[in-house]
T-cell receptor, first 114, second 107 residues
Framework: EAAVTQSPRSKVAVTGGKVTLSCHQT?????MYWYRQDTGHGLRLIHY???????EKGDIPDGYKASRPSQENFSLILELASLSQTAVYFC?????????????FGHGTKLSVL | GQQVQQSPASLVLQEGENAELQCNFS?????LQWFYQSPGGSLVSLLS???GTKHTGRLTSTTVTKERRSSLHISSSQTTDSGTYLC?????????FGTGTSLLVDP
């Protein structure tokens, strides 16, 4: 079973501060994703990556940066955290091989910006 | 962009009853996945179904891609099925999620 580990599990940050959320996967998946979940909005894609050292913008990238230094690791960076970025953040990985692909999620990081 | 509508928004069943969840999406998709989110928040992929009918355990998914809709049938519901069910069509390696159907199964 695919393993995706996120850290931290929860974080309280101050407005204007820098926040880094980390994600590590151990299944040699090429694709990694960052989603945020808010009540009433479901999961929305922030950034994704399909190869190390390259990231792509998702549907709501403003205010976020992403970094993929290796196949296993994918970070989400909030340079200047704002109240509106309070949400639960999920990392996911997948390997789109043309068959029965599935997305494997981490347990999520609950971020509160005060 | 892709818009995804799920219905009903919430559903309450007695244990043993069946459930039918619907997913409609606005743009062509190459694949569609159904996910389960537990009350604690963890997300698990249930199945992927590009078209036709697919079974796994007590779950049956039917997707009609050209009509941009999919359904998930849960038979003989159990209290442990309680949670939120999300559908996500995908195109170009990106999934777009609906807001889900919240299911509560009472004993």
């Amino acid at each position: 079973e695919a393993a995706v580990t996120q850290s931290p599990r929860s974080k309280v940050a101050v407005t204007g501060g820098k926040v880094t959320l980390s994600c590590h996967q151990t299944n040699n998946h090429d694709y990694m994703y960052w989603y945020r979940q808010d009540t009433g909005h479901g999961l929305r894609l922030i950034h994704y990556s399909y190869v190390a050292d390259s990231t792509e913008k998702g549907d709501i990238p403003d205010g976020y940066k992403a970094s993929r230094p290796s196949q296993e690791n994918f970070s989400l960076i909030l340079e200047l955290a704002s109240l509106s970025q309070t949400a639960v953040y999920f990392c996911a990985s997948s390997d789109w091989t043309g068959g029965d692909e599935r997305l494997f999620f981490g347990h999520g990081t609950k971020l509160s910006v005060l | 962009g892709q818009q995804v509508q799920q219905s009903p928004a919430s559903l309450v069943l007695q244990e043993g009853e069946n459930a039918e969840l619907q997913c409609n999406f606005s743009s062509t998709a190459t694949q569609l996945q159904w996910f389960y989110q537990s009350p604690g928040g963890s997300l698990v992929s249930l199945l992927s179904n590009p078209s036709g009918t697919k079974h796994t355990g007590r779950l049956t998914s039917t997707t009609v891609t050209k009509e941009r809709r999919s359904s998930l049938h849960i038979s003989s519901s159990q209290t442990t099925d309680s949670g939120t069910y999300l559908c996500a069509p995908y195109m170009g390696y990106k999934l777009t999620f609906g807001t889900g159907t919240s299911l509560l199964v009472d004993p």
